[in-house]
């Protein structure tokens, strides 16, 4: 699976969020005040279609277009290749980095401990 670009990954989110979307429900969903032209973001979807993260179905000369790859799926890919290049393999340094920039409570910490011993 390839990385997508951040544009993309937007789309992608929108596509996650609304399960099937026609290009002008996309527009109307993209976030931010400044919104891409209907025809780059109908690029866009063609662009990831191709890829093989989307799907469609057509209606006439309309396509409705769905999600090929689930967002779990793209984050497993994703999670794990950021965790190899900047943590060195290791999720115990990805936690201990977010521990040590403040970003995770001790708290936070100790329910993913009880997550994790729940599981055993």
Do not use: C
């Not at 429900?25 to 990831?48: D, I, Q, W």
């Not at 290791?90 to 920039?101: G, N, P, Q, R, W």
């Amino acid at each position: 699976m390839q990385k997508l670009t951040n544009k993309e990954e937007e789309l992608m989110k929108l596509l996650w969020k609304l399960r099937k979307a026609f290009v002008k429900e996309l527009l109307e969903a993209f976030p931010g005040k400044r919104k891409p032209h209907y025809n780059t973001l109908s690029t866009m979807v063609r662009n990831l279609e191709e890829k093989g993260f989307v799907g469609h179905e057509a209606f006439g000369n309309t396509h409705r277009y769905y999600p090929l790859v689930t967002r779990e799926a793209y984050r497993k890919e994703f999670i794990g290749e950021t965790v190899a290049d900047y943590f060195d393999h290791s999720y115990k340094s990805l936690v201990s980095y977010f521990a040590s920039e403040e970003k995770i409570s001790a708290d936070e910490l100790r329910e993913i401990i009880d997550l994790i011993e729940k599981k055993k």
